[in-house]
């Protein structure tokens, strides 16, 4: 487990993969004090910057229930996600297996949302972000969209490279020489989380951040649903409607939902033959 891993709060685990209960401020919290510490010691921006530790940028990943599914068979998938400093709720599906085994969730979290709010974050605080990943072109509209959204933003660096092994060279020397203190990663499950993984010891940055399709939802080429929508959990189904080629990804959601009803169940059975229930 990643050092100081134990030490985020209310962190638990579903179908053997951690997930931190914590609400956005938390998150941004944590971000701003890793970055915040790196740079009070002079490690920032410097690859393998944690002392002790075995990977230099730490590793938040976006969970939802088809990268929990696909993890179940793909070691590399599963090795990113336990091996990751903090794993944030981001389907609901997600939200919804740990409130029905009587965990607290207090939100989701999601890439784009935490991306939005991070550029404000950053922006008051004067961190530099770097946009890797999306079709040529989308990270440079993001730059100037949040840019505009948070004056004073200082986005070092755009790329949509390739999560290939032969563009990795070429990708790290810029990221390493912008001087990002955070880099949002933005190849889709599960490339931007192997990605990460594979490379984090050789970046600078002190946080690398899988987003998945935040890029393209914040420059409009793909619309999101209202918020009323995401308020009532029903996201997925707007994006199923506006794009049915992704019926074939969603096959992986009732499967997750017998494996988290069944892993709910027999914790209760086993809760129950010890005397108690745990929260």
Do not use: K
């Not at 410097?46 to 599914?69: I, K, S």
Request: glycine share 12%.
């Amino acid at each position: 487990m990643p050092q100081g891993y134990d030490a985020l709060p209310r962190r638990t685990e579903l179908l053997g993969l951690p997930v931190n209960r914590i609400r956005m401020g938390d998150v941004l919290a944590c971000l701003a004090e890793w970055i915040d510490t790196a740079r009070a010691t002079g490690a920032a921006h410097q690859p393998l910057h944690r002392v002790g530790a075995t990977a230099g940028a730490r590793h938040a990943v976006t969970l939802n229930p088809e990268m929990v599914m696909a993890a179940r068979h793909d070691i590399g998938l599963r090795e990113a996600i336990v091996g990751a400093d903090l794993v944030l709720p981001d389907g609901i599906g997600v939200v919804w297996a740990l409130r029905l085994r009587g965990e607290a969730v207090p939100e989701r979290v999601t890439g784009v949302d935490l991306l939005d709010a991070f550029a404000g974050l950053a922006a008051a605080r004067g961190y530099r972000l770097f946009l890797l990943g999306a079709a040529p072109g989308v990270a440079e509209i993001v730059a100037s969209r949040l840019g505009r959204r948070h004056p004073g933003l200082s986005i070092v660096g755009t790329c949509a490279g390739s999560p290939g092994d032969s563009a990795a060279p070429d990708i790290i020397a810029r990221i390493n020489a912008s001087g990002a203190d955070a880099v949002f990663v933005a190849f889709g499950a599960p490339a931007q989380e192997r990605w990460i993984a594979a490379y984090r010891q050789q970046l600078g940055a002190v946080v690398a951040v899988g987003v998945g399709g935040a890029f393209d939802f914040l420059a409009g080429r793909v619309p999101r649903a209202p918020r009323w929508m995401r308020r009532c959990g029903l996201e997925w189904l707007y994006r199923l409607v506006r794009q049915p080629w992704r019926w074939r990804r969603m096959l992986a959601l009732p499967d997750f939902a017998v494996a988290a009803l069944r892993e709910g169940r027999n914790r209760d059975q086993d809760n129950h033959r010890g005397g108690g229930v745990r929260r």
